[in-house]
């Protein structure tokens, strides 16, 4: 007997989101560090854009162009309507290949959805696809577990996370140099607190 596909966590979660995560800060600040070094119109992969806020609509805002990728068709219509302008698209994150050249690529929290393998992999794909600037912006989950089953607001879901000198180096080895990572504590949803990794860097 056929069995379905689970409904995507992110189709479940919608617009609770946004609500819900309440501290974006420290992802609004380093979005702004990487448009300070961007020319006009620089083409910018945002992967795993999710409903398009803070990050597409920031880059959008500073007259970039930027590419939208979200394997959630319920978040992509979020950020069509809360952050018109980029180019969305409905994909597999790991089909990088596809969708060309890029001055720059930002992946907040997106890859930590994908297995470990699947994670660095994309993470070489997103090298190859960069030219001029090259320049990375990740955030992950401080841990050590690939597909850990979770419930994130309320969905069922798994997540993949590593220490903070194991990204470092599965960064450098997908192809990336000056690799500068940072951790911060951040309230992710309502009552849980947990440890986030920022990482800047430039493709080699």
């Known amino acids: 007997m056929a069995t379905q596909n689970p409904v995507p966590a992110f189709d479940l979660i919608g617009r609770r989101y946004d609500e819900s995560f309440v501290e974006r800060d420290v992802q609004i600040a ?7 070094r961007l020319p006009a119109g620089a083409r910018v992969l ?7 806020m ?15 990728v979200d394997e959630s068709p319920v978040m992509l219509d979020l950020a069509r309507e809360q952050a018109p302008g980029p ?5 597999d994150l790991r089909a990088v290949s596809e969708w060309g050249e890029f001055d720059a690529a930002v ?15 994309t993470l070489r794909a997103v090298r190859d696809s960069l030219r001029g600037p ?40 997908a192809g990336f140099g000056d690799v500068e990572l940072r951790e911060f504590e951040a ?18």
């Open 107 to 121: 992946a907040f929290f997106s890859l930590l959805m994908l297995p470990k393998s699947a994670i660095e992999q």
């Open 54 to 68: 803070p990050t597409a609509k920031q880059l959008v805002d500073a007259g970039l162009a930027v590419v939208g």
């Open 134 to 173: 090259r320049l990375l912006l990740l955030s992950m989950v401080q841990g050590d577990f690939d597909t850990f089953p979770v419930n994130f607001l309320g969905a069922p879901t798994t997540v993949s996370a590593y220490p903070p000198d194991e990204l470092k180096r599965v960064v450098t080895e």
């Open 46 to 52: 945002d992967l795993g854009c999710g409903s398009g």
């Open 87 to 91: 180019d969305y698209r409905l994909a």
């Open 30 to 36: 380093e979005t702004a560090w990487l448009i300070e």
């Open 187 to 204: 309230e992710a949803e309502p009552g849980r607190i947990e440890v986030q990794l920022y990482l800047r860097a430039v493709g080699t």
